[in-house]
């Protein structure tokens, strides 16, 4: 099997930082206004 090399590593890393901030994001803004709906 294939390894992931130093490069594609630090890219995957910057996806799942940019994906989870992005959630947090979402669960602290869209969810409380969703609830006062």
Not at 13 to 27: E, G, R
Request: proline fraction near 3%; charged fraction near 15%.
């Amino acid at each position: 099997m294939d390894h992931l090399t130093f490069a594609q590593g630090c890219v995957w890393l910057m996806k799942m930082k940019i994906l989870f901030s992005i959630h947090m994001f979402n669960l602290k803004v869209l969810l409380p206004i969703t609830d006062t709906k």
